[in-house]
């Protein structure tokens, strides 16, 4: 079955420790994103890669790095600079035509301590 | 900068009534505007997606329309169901140079469907 995969579901996470979130799809979509959900909000895009080696930030990048190495992984470090990095963390894919719907996978929720 | 709103935040209908859910947006200059359903603690599932010029999109019991020049959006679901208990999310594709592929999401309208 085509889709999105991210690992782990749950992640508990110290305060300034890095965590790196894991997103793979096997749709063969060209692009990739990060989103972060906070209860209420609406999804809030972190960076998006159009294509592999190269990607671009997006409305709240600061404190977040990402890869893409490999068209089918796009995986999120959130480092000892986010200042409020628990939340819920999606990923999603989009084949890059002129409607780019996107695709998103089932969610990490991450709690730092 | 587009702003994308959704009332109500929450709606609780009994089992058979149809559903209204709204969607309004600030700039019309957009692509295509996209219709989400999220269960708790999941990710989003497309429901439909709407390009610019058109003005509606139906899937099943679902139908979506689209009204550009007024910013607005409504999902409709007919004879509602327990299982149609979620949360829906509307979401825009604007059409600046530098919104490659960017979603501009509402905050939802968590909805629950009483037996």
């Known amino acids: 079955d085509g889709g999105i995969t991210q690992s782990p579901k749950y992640l508990f996470r110290k305060e300034g420790q890095n965590v790196t979130l894991s997103c793979e799809q096997n749709l063969n979509h060209d692009a990739m994103y990060w989103y972060r959900q906070d209860p209420g909000q609406g999804l809030r895009l972190i960076y998006y890669?159009?294509?592999?080696?190269?990607?671009q930030k997006g409305d709240i990048a600061e404190g977040y790095s990402v890869s893409r190495e490999k068209k089918e992984s796009f995986p999120l470090t959130v480092t000892s600079a986010q200042k409020n990095p628990t939340a819920f963390y999606l990923c999603?894919?989009?084949?890059?035509?002129?409607?780019?719907?996107?695709?998103f996978g089932p969610g990490t929720r991450l709690t730092v301590t | 900068k587009q702003e994308v709103t959704q009332i109500p935040a929450a709606l609780s209908v009994p089992e058979g009534e149809n559903l209204v859910l709204n969607c309004s947006f600030t700039?019309?200059?957009?692509?295509?505007l996209q219709w989400f359903r999220q269960d708790p603690g999941k990710g989003l599932t497309s429901l439909l997606l709407i390009q610019s010029s058109q003005r509606e999109q139906t899937s099943g019991r679902l139908n979506a329309s689209l009204d550009k020049s007024s910013g607005r959006s409504t999902l409709y679901i007919a004879a509602s169901q327990p299982g149609d208990s979620a949360t829906y999310l509307c979401a825009v594709r604007p059409q600046a140079t530098d919104s490659w592929g960017k979603l501009q999401f509402g905050a939802g309208t968590q909805v629950v469907v009483t037996p």
């Open positions: 890669s159009q294509i592999v080696n190269d990607f």
């Open positions: 700039d019309s200059a957009i692509y295509n």
């Open positions: 999603a894919s989009s084949i890059a035509t002129r409607t780019h719907e996107q695709y």
